[in-house]
């Protein structure tokens, strides 16, 4: 075992470029296996595979300590025959090209299946924020938003947090914005504080959003969500807002797992005191009175009627897919099921609700604070909310609609609704003619 920390990070990317080169390739292989479904010429099925721009940059930022380091940067544009292209910016040591793209591609058919007026864009610097100060994040920063300022545009590019990154990290790139462009802009990033033009309701909207899809899916399996037992892995920004929403709606909340453990109540669990407990306990859930935590792996054997991964990629995997106890698997987090998982779920008659349907809330709520923005207005949670509702359950019974129709799995009809409304909207100039 090494002890060396360089030799820890260099294996830490390492096996970071490995997941983004699986990830790679699992977006490729769910765009390929659901083309085949969809009614697109093959050229144009060609031209969408691939993003659109990928631009690298070097980002040099003064440290704190005198010396200068130069880091490294990504944005992929992937598709922006909708709209602007939009998604996150991720602050971590494990960013890579291969990864930015991925994301990316899932950005534009999340936006398209959510019938958004959005394209696919993805960006990440290659850096631990945890290595930082403020000041030099604030740096960072600001010098990547001059390396991308032709990208970024309320109308081409509109970036939002994503792992590493925050509220703070959008109010840089507004500030910054504004002196490059001389104009006050805060609909060129969405995930701004409340005060400096964030929408109410953004903070809960992906976790809310996976409890009305996981409504919508319910209904055909066992009525209404009131008494339904749920499991949720990850209890972050997600999973602790589906908690309090599934609880909204009448369910009981059985198991929650976090890196620190899995708490299960069969009677359910008290959600608000576990929130309180984690605030005060680093934001971990294990040592909640009462609950004798187990290892955070043992929350899919835990049996449960809906279980949703909301923590991070590649979780359900072929090792642990015969384990799983529910009938409905809802994906709260992006890629939480490995192909072989998928297909396992599938062969035991356990419905999945993909990631790009579920957790779409996040980015809905996004379009709600960029409309704002523009037109300069201000909503209220309630409108916001009822609006995400609506949304997500139009979007389900699209989706659902098309599985139903074609054959087809969720996933696949997910993706096919997506690949066909960004098809529908290419034209001569963006497909060569045959
Ligand atoms: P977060 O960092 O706030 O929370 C992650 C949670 O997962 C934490 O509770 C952590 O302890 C837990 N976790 C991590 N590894 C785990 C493991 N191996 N076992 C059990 N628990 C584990 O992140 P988040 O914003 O809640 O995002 C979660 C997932 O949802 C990610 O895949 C993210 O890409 C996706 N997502 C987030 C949003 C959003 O609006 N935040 C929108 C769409 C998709």
Redesign the pocket.
């Known amino acids: 075992m090494t002890t060396d920390p360089a030799l820890e990070r260099q294996s830490l990317r390492a096996a970071r470029i490995a997941a983004a080169l699986q990830l790679a390739d699992e977006v490729r292989g769910q765009f390929r296996q659901a083309a085949e479904h969809a009614r697109v010429d093959p050229a144009t099925l060609r031209v969408l595979e691939e993003p659109r721009r990928v631009v690298r940059a070097a980002i040099p930022v003064r440290m704190d300590s005198g010396e200068l380091q130069v880091f490294t940067g990504y944005r992929s544009l992937h598709n922006d025959w909708l709209g602007p292209t939009k998604g996150g910016i991720r602050y971590h040591p494990g960013v890579t090209e291969e990864e930015v793209v991925a994301l990316s591609s899932l950005m534009t058919w999340k936006c398209a299946l959510a019938e958004l007026p959005f394209g696919g864009g993805k960006g990440g610097v290659v850096v631990d924020p945890q290595r930082l100060s403020l000041a030099e994040l604030e740096r960072l920063t600001r010098r990547m938003t001059r390396e991308f300022a032709y990208t970024f545009h309320p109308e081409r590019d509109v970036p939002a947090p994503d ?1 590493g990154t925050g509220e703070q990290t959008m109010e840089w790139i507004v500030d910054e914005y504004t002196r490059i462009h001389g104009r006050h802009e805060p609909a060129v990033v969405t995930g701004k504080p409340v005060a400096l033009g964030g929408s109410l309701g953004r903070t809960e ?2 976790g809310h959003g996976v409890a009305i899809a996981a409504e919508e899916a319910w209904k055909r399996i066992g009525g209404s969500l009131a008494g339904a037992r749920v499991g949720i ?7 602790s807002h589906a908690a309090l929403a599934f609880r909204a709606k009448g369910a009981i909340v059985t198991t929650i ?3 620190s453990g899995t708490l299960h109540d069969p009677k359910g669990l008290d959600v608000e005191a576990v929130i309180e407990h984690a605030r005060s306990n680093r ?1 971990l859930v294990a040592g909640f009175p009462g609950v004798d935590a187990t290892a ?1 792996e043992s ?1 899919f054997g835990f049996e449960t009627d809906i279980l949703v991964p ?4 590649n ?1 359900l995997t072929k090792q642990n897919a015969n384990d799983v106890r529910a009938s409905l698997v809802v994906e ?3 890629g939480p099921t490995t192909p072989e998982a998928d297909a396992i779920l599938r062969e035991r008659g356990i419905l999945v609700v993909p990631d790009i349907l579920a ?1 779409a809330g ?1 980015v809905i709520v996004s379009y709600h604070e960029w409309v704002q923005n523009r037109r300069k207005e201000r909503w209220t949670r309630d409108d916001v909310i009822r609006k995400l509702e609506g949304r997500m359950r139009e979007t389900y019974a699209r989706t659902r609609r098309v599985s139903e129709a074609r054959g087809i799995d969720l996933r696949s009809a997910a993706f096919v609704v997506a690949i066909e409304r960004v098809a529908n909207a290419a034209d001569d100039k963006r497909v060569p003619p045959r």
């Open positions: 792992v909207s992906t892995q990850g209890f972050g920004k997600v999973g797992a976090d890196v934001g955070p929350v909301a923590a991070m990629e979780q709260g987090a992006n957790n996040g």
